[in-house]
């Protein structure tokens, strides 16, 4: 069962996707720049998204891998 997403989280891993599309993985630094939000911010999305099923924060500096889109999201 996938979690629904909040506005935030939402858009956050629309910009997941957007990097994906160019063949590239972001870093927290990349994403918090395009979000508008600080590094810590981003670190404490993305574990909201790792717990909801939508991505793999894996060990290392490129490390976030897409399970679930937010087209999957209900």
């Known amino acids: 069962l996938i979690m629904s997403l909040t ?16 063949g590239q993985t972001p870093t927290r630094n990349e994403l918090a720049r395009v979000s508008g939000v600080s590094s810590p911010a981003i670190t404490k999305m ?16 490129r490390s976030i891998e897409i399970l679930k889109t937010g087209d999957n999201d209900e």
Do not use: M, T
């Open 7 to 22: 506005k935030k989280q939402h858009a956050l891993l629309r910009r997941i996707e957007g990097f994906a599309i160019l």
């Open 46 to 61: 993305l574990k909201h998204l790792e717990n909801k099923g939508y991505v793999k924060i894996n060990r290392g500096w």
